[in-house]
């Protein structure tokens, strides 16, 4: 009698687990989704990569290209910058060290045209890069976020060109001095 009582008792366990599970499943699931879609939602706004599924498509963080998408240009050289003089500094000259990379769009329609110059066209690319950090002191470029400085260079790529071929700037190298 006692075994029958055990097996009845663990029966009803089981069927109190199997509904708990069953309630847990249709409660907590679908507002943990509706989390993860907020929180992609928010990121893609704010252009961030968390590699969360189920909110629109992932961005690598260059415009939205996708990463297979994208075909990297060196800068041949390191371009050494000087930063413009703070009034209220040490008096003395600071220069930049950047290594530059231009991340180009290969989907893009202007890619083939633009692309096949580029070589030839570098002097512009690095005097736009020139003015753009020469643009800051010290001080600013030290403290500032290098995305807003390298957000800006595309910007100003983007607009000599008239084009968005060129979908990304990152710096291999950054040393102020």
Sequence with gaps: MKKNMISVIILALLLVNTVMTGIMMFTVIPANQKTMELVGDISSAIQLDLGIAGS?????????????????YDIADQLTIRLKPNPDGDGKDHFAVVGV???????????????????????????????????????????????????????????MYNSRFICGVSFSSWLLQ
């Design 101 to 159: 990379t231009l991340s180009l769009n290969t989907k893009d329609t202007d890619y083939e045209t633009y692309a096949t110059n580029l070589p030839a066209q570098e002097g512009l690319v690095k005097d736009t890069i020139d003015r753009v950090i020469g643009s800051y002191t010290y001080e600013e470029a030290s403290t500032m976020d290098r995305e807003r400085i390298q957000q800006k260079i595309l910007d100003n790529l983007q607009e």
């Design 56 to 72: 629109g498509g992932m961005s690598s963080g260059n415009n939205g290209v996708a990463l297979a998408d994208i075909e990297p």
